[in-house]
């Protein structure tokens, strides 16, 4: 077990699991696709797995046949007189249902879905009832998707590293390609159609002018042809500026024809390659990335003349809005409130095939953050979350932190406008945590985070924890004594995080540009909002960004009863305490505490959590592989350093400002101030 087989494991079921299956044939109605051979080798390698045999091909229907069926191949499902008829119209192109029926006066197991695809999503759902059944329940399953776009986003770039990437070199072997193909990207497609993603941007925002030269266009539509059968579409990210770096026009100016005339010609080159491929993903104006701006246009200029080179195509444009006031401009007094306030007046003025593509908080990518005020004030433009599954701000993958259950906090966060945070969305992004290491992630548990991601794209308001025990489930063991544990852990790892990083509202204390490790202390840098100091706000009298009407007013790009509720430290949620408000030292906490005991009892929460972690696994230990219990352990003691370090460093360091003493009980750091920050991180990973 080297978790290569991620969460499609098919091990051999228990016996009387295995007697519960009961299928003597697949059936496939009418001529087989690509798709449909997809779904049969599954079911074959599934079934042969987790039973010993693999039950033959059939092409008539019998007892005890597993019956894979559209309307196309099989008309009588959508006859009048069939009572799946209503069901499976209500499912979409790709939803699925699963079903013990009499079919032709025979009992099968049916798979059915109006396409192709949908019949295999369907499999690997079946597959995965089999693998981890709930206890004597009647196959009763059918599911849509929610959003019609769920995408992971690749940070990889054409050199192989990858930005912000933890589990090694980018899967994409530019090199090899268009003519090496790896039987990766087969098993790369697989997984992420067993959660129903069909889209994947294959390179890093920050683009290169390269991507979309011919022989870059044949290597992407190399990999196209892989993922094709399994419903995933591929999309490129697009340097706003190519035209004119690669010297084939004078300008990038949007409004420019021979600009325009440009896209339209790349757009038709790059469908002659890639019939169905899926558009551009753009970071402009960003972060010194090259944009409209540039021309004193608005984004929504730059979306529109992408988007009205791929329309024909049917193609799409996300553009995303992590956007901060540029370097040398006039720096607004929150960067909290720049994507709100370059966006929100642009709704409305996008064509109709553009989305934009909002980070879930406005920050970056923190352990917490509230949702994006975003959310919600854009009624006319389509919108996609943004979510980062790699951990740039959470651990790398050594530390362990399950984002399901942050993924869910944001989705299932109440706009007080348009519903829920998930009920705002057309789409959803994922920044892939994937790379050429063994175990794909970097770590066996996040793997769970590419899972949690994908299963929450298909149906955003999924329960976090509920994802979490199927995955438990089939990645180490349905066995209740190996499951429920580790769905305890995944449950409160994430919050260990936060309070041993940034408890309380807290945010961007890491340590410049790697983002790894506490450094709170950081304000040297050329930019105000690049330093943590900017964030905290820490003196001798208190700590926190005051967000609201007496500080920089963010809270007003929220709906008025939101803004209201947080305008007041005590209806603040404690956990974004000091995201919104800067609060005295003495401040009293619900706890009875002050805000500095709550603080320091926060990090030892956050201690006591990575030590809980390390012992709720070695508990394990008879009953997990040999390879990954030692290598989960491995990290799990490490995580615990790493929150002693985050600890004891932020203490010092606040310490320092508050002058306060610490109170009976309350550990002193193990070392002064001055060595925290003498540590440094020299060839961190992630840089890209
Ligand atoms: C930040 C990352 C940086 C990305 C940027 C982005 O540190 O590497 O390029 O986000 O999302 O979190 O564009």
Not at 343 to 366: E, R, Y
Not at 437 to 450: K, P, T, V
Not at 459 to 475: H, V, Y
Request: charged letters at 20%.
């Amino acid at each position: 077990e080297d978790g290569y087989d991620l969460w499609l494991r098919y091990r051999p079921l228990e016996r009387a699991a295995q007697q519960r299956i009961q299928v003597r044939s697949i059936v496939l109605p009418g001529a087989p696709s690509p798709t449909t051979d997809a779904a049969l080798a599954e079911l074959n390698k599934g079934l042969s797995g987790m039973t010993g045999r693999a039950p033959a091909s059939a092409a008539r229907i019998s007892d005890g046949a597993l019956l894979l069926a559209t309307p196309a191949r099989l008309p009588e499902l959508a006859a009048a007189a069939s009572p799946l008829r209503t069901e499976l119209a209500a499912l979409g192109d790709e939803g699925y249902l699963l079903r013990q029926a009499r079919i032709q006066g025979r009992n099968v197991t049916l798979i059915a879905a109006n396409s192709d695809i949908g019949l295999l999503y369907g499999a690997f759902a079946w597959l995965r009832e089999t693998a981890a059944p709930a206890a004597s329940r009647a196959l009763a399953v059918s599911s849509a998707p929610k959003l019609q776009l769920r995408l992971l986003n690749h940070w990889d770039n054409l050199d192989r590293t990858v930005e912000r990437g933890y589990a090694g070199q980018s899967i994409w072997d530019w090199w090899a390609l268009p003519d090496i193909k790896d039987q990766r990207y087969t098993d790369y497609a697989r997984a992420n159609a067993s959660l129903g993603i069909n889209g994947t941007v294959l390179n890093n925002v920050n683009s290169k002018p390269e991507v979309l030269t011919a022989p870059f266009i044949a290597k992407a539509a190399a990999v196209a042809d892989v993922l094709r059968p399994y419903g995933i579409k591929v999309y490129l990210s697009a340097r706003f500026s190519t035209p004119l770096e690669l010297h084939e026009t004078a300008t990038a100016d949007p409004l420019a024809p021979e600009v325009q005339q440009w896209w339209r010609a790349k757009a038709d080159e790059i469908y002659q390659a890639i019939p169905d491929f899926g558009g551009f993903l753009v970071k402009a104006n960003s972060e010194g990335q090259p944009g409209p701006q540039d021309y004193h246009r608005t984004h929504a200029d730059g979306a529109n003349m992408l988007a009205a080179a791929v329309a024909p195509h049917k193609g799409i444009v996300m553009w995303r809005a992590f956007v901060y006031a540029p370097k040398g401009a006039h720096l607004a007094d929150d960067r909290a409130k720049q994507a709100y306030e370059e966006f929100k007046p642009l709704d409305g003025k996008f064509a109709a095939n553009v989305l934009v593509q909002v980070k879930n908080g406005a920050i970056d990518f923190q352990p917490r953050e509230p949702f994006h005020p975003l959310f919600g004030a854009m009624p006319k433009t389509p919108l996609m979350m943004e979510f980062q599954i790699t951990k740039e701000y959470l651990g790398y993958s050594t530390d362990l932190a399950y984002l399901g259950a942050m993924f869910e906090e944001t989705l299932e966060s109440d706009t007080k406008a348009a519903g829920t945070v998930a009920q705002t969305l057309s789409g959803m992004a994922g920044v892939a945590n994937i790379g050429s290491d063994r175990n794909w992630a970097g770590s066996h548990f996040d793997q769970a985070n590419w899972y949690a991601y994908g299963r929450l794209a298909w149906n955003p308001q999924a329960k976090s924890r509920d994802i979490a025990a199927e995955w438990a489930a089939l990645t180490f063991s349905p066995d209740q004594r190996v499951a429920a544990p580790i769905v305890d852990m995944l449950m409160m790892s994430r919050e260990t995080v936060v309070d041993y990083m940034t408890p309380l509202g807290l945010h961007h204390l890491m340590g410049t540009s790697h983002h790894h490790g506490p450094a709170p202390w950081v304000d040297n840098l050329e930019r105000p909002d690049w330093n943590p100091v900017y964030y905290h706000r820490a003196d001798r009298n208190g700590i926190g960004f005051n967000r609201t009407a007496t500080g920089s007013s963010a809270l007003q790009q929220y709906a008025p009863e939101i803004a209201r509720q947080y305008a007041d430290p005590r209806t603040t949620p404690e956990q974004l305490l000091l995201w919104f408000h800067h609060l005295p030292w003495d401040y009293a906490m619900p706890s009875g505490r002050t805000l500095w005991a709550e603080l320091l009892a926060r990090y030892d929460k956050g201690v006591a959590g990575t030590k809980s972690l390390h012992a709720r696994w070695v508990v394990l230990k008879p009953l997990i592989d040999a390879r990954r219990y030692t290598e989960v352990e491995q990290r799990l003691a490490r995580q615990i350093n790493n929150a002693i370090l985050w600890r004891d460093a932020s203490i010092a360091y606040f310490q320092s400002v508050s002058g306060l003493p610490l109170p009976p009980g309350v550990q002193a750091p193990a070392h002064p101030l001055s060595y925290y920050k003498a540590l440094s991180y020299p060839y961190a990973p992630g840089r890209g």
